[in-house]
């Protein structure tokens, strides 16, 4: 069962084409990864499927909803946990506020317990009552991940979670993901990083200004032969 279903998605803003005639599945349990550079699309296209941007043309369809229809796009959002490239946070709120709200919003707040097993995970516990002003990036970047995960129902949606963040960080944030996988979540991550990606995902789908150039199992992107791949058909699609 498809939980993300992508149809000729084109993204625009203004006279620029972010996105070029996408086509995207995700099934439930399945891990895609989106690989490409700066500049490929992956988070025009992720934005659009967390129900944060609304996409120029095309077919968008979210657990069952259709994003084109402005009824069914409250309930999309709902189905899924976003953790965006930047931003994302309230820079006076501190982790807890951040945690309390987000279960709030979802009307979630039994899940306080699987919130404090997330923070140990995450290397957050020691810093609950802390404002994020003063966080690193990767330390932001982890907490983050740890909102969509906890708040994601049907899909998992996490744009480079990996930036900036240390060894413990890309851990968890693994972790997280096979996690989801079993529980039955679609999950789709965006990163450049082949390596820490490659063998965590059931697929990989390789993006470059604003189309799809190159996909596959993940399997086929590991080792050396994996990231020859990678570059070449980088290198092929440059302009």
Sequence with gaps: MSVVDVRDLTIRYGEITAVRHLDLRVETGEVVGLL???GAGKSSTLRAIAGVNP??????IVAGHDLADDRQVDA???AVGYCPDVGGLLRQATVREHIGLALAFRRKTQQWPRALDLLERFG???SLDRI???FSHGMCRRLSVLLAVLTAEQVLVLD????GVD???????????????????????STHLLAVLAGGCDRIVVMAAGAVVDAGEGATFTGTEG????????QLAAP
């Design 227 to 234: 990231l020859r791949r990678y570059t070449s058909t980088l």
């Design 124 to 126: 957050l516990s020691a």
């Design 55 to 60: 996409p120029s043309s095309g077919t968008l």
């Design 132 to 134: 994020t002003t003063g």
């Design 160 to 163: 480079e979670p990996f930036d």
């Design 167 to 189: 060894p413990l960080g890309v851990e968890a944030a693994l972790d997280m993901i096979g996690i989801a996988r079993k529980d039955g979540l679609g999950v789709l991550v």
């Design 36 to 38: 490409g550079g700066n």
């Design 76 to 78: 999309a959002r709902q």
